[in-house]
């Protein structure tokens, strides 16, 4: 539910979502929308173990106690008695306390599944060497745009299920009115949104595609009926420039704007 402010339109959208037949839910702290989210899951006619709800801890709640108290905070906000996966959102701050704290709520069962968000290969496997615990999810950024092949490679190799966010790269690049995406959609009768869903399931990606429209939704989950070839992947593939198309989260500059920013949940 990124970028979704509006608690009335965020809580709409979550139970279009559901109606629609999604049951995954990705929201985060930072979204600012938890407590909307958690009001659709409540008002759902789909029982809580039917559905899978995911959230994130902030930069600013990082380190073992603020960690522990977040993810009290986040089921509160969502009114659960635990999380399907909860995330680090960023590789910053105190990550080794918050994993800490990840762990043991795990154990205790306010936690199904632990995972990070925005890792880079050299981050994931620093802390889960020197944890010995294995993030079961790393949520990356992946469009064919930015197809960060090396480390969808290296992360299932490690035995790390790669989430691909922004699928559509919120439709930069001209995204939407791409030529060769365009093409392929003809073929198959498919929308170019639809495309690159199925262009990242066949890559073995779990994928978070962001709509509040209820047409949207209903073409989105519309995806497993039909099968690109290996030539419409390798044409796809030849769309990658290689770089984020928002921003590198190893560039200094991002690193101290998220140092500060405090946001009031």
Same mark, same amino acid.
């Given at each position: 539910m990124y970028q979704v402010k509006d608690a009335?339109?965020?809580? =709409?959208?979550?139970l279009n979502a559901i109606h629609a037949g999604y049951r995954l839910i990705d929201t985060a702290a930072?979204?600012?929308?938890?407590r909307a989210v958690g009001e659709a899951i409540k008002r759902s006619?789909?029982?809580r173990e039917g559905l899978f709800i995911t959230s994130k801890l902030w930069v600013q709640d990082a380190g073992y106690e603020k960690t522990t108290q977040a993810i009290k905070d986040s089921l509160k906000r969502l009114q659960l008695n635990y999380l399907d996966l909860y995330l680090i959102h960023q590789p910053f701050n105190d990550?080794?306390?918050?994993?800490?704290?990840?762990? =043991?709520a795990q154990k205790t069962g306010l936690i199904k599944e632990i995972g990070v968000s925005n890792f880079s290969i050299s981050q994931l496997t620093n802390l889960t060497e020197f944890t010995g615990v294995k993030p079961s999810i790393n949520?990356?950024?992946v469009n064919p745009f930015n197809q960060n092949n090396n480390s969808v490679v290296y992360f299932s190799s490690y035995g790390v299920q790669v989430e691909?966010?922004?699928?559509?790269?919120?439709g930069r690049n001209g995204l939407f009115s791409n030529e060769t995406l365009q093409k392929i959609g003809d073929v198959h009768h498919k929308s170019i949104a639809q495309v690159v869903l199925r262009w990242l399931i066949q890559r073995g990606l779990v994928v978070v595609a962001k709509s509040s429209q209820p047409i949207r939704m209903h073409q989105n989950i519309d995806v497993l009926d039909f099968k690109l070839t290996d030539a419409e992947m390798t044409m796809i593939s030849e769309l990658n420039v290689g770089k984020s198309q928002f921003f590198a989260h190893d560039d200094p500059e991002i690193i101290k704007w998220m140092a500060s920013r405090t946001i009031d949940y």
């Open positions: 009335n339109e965020a809580t =709409e959208a979550v930072s979204y600012g929308n938890e006619d789909v029982v990550v080794f306390g918050s994993w800490r704290a990840m762990i =043991e949520q990356i950024e691909a966010w922004a699928p559509f790269a919120e």
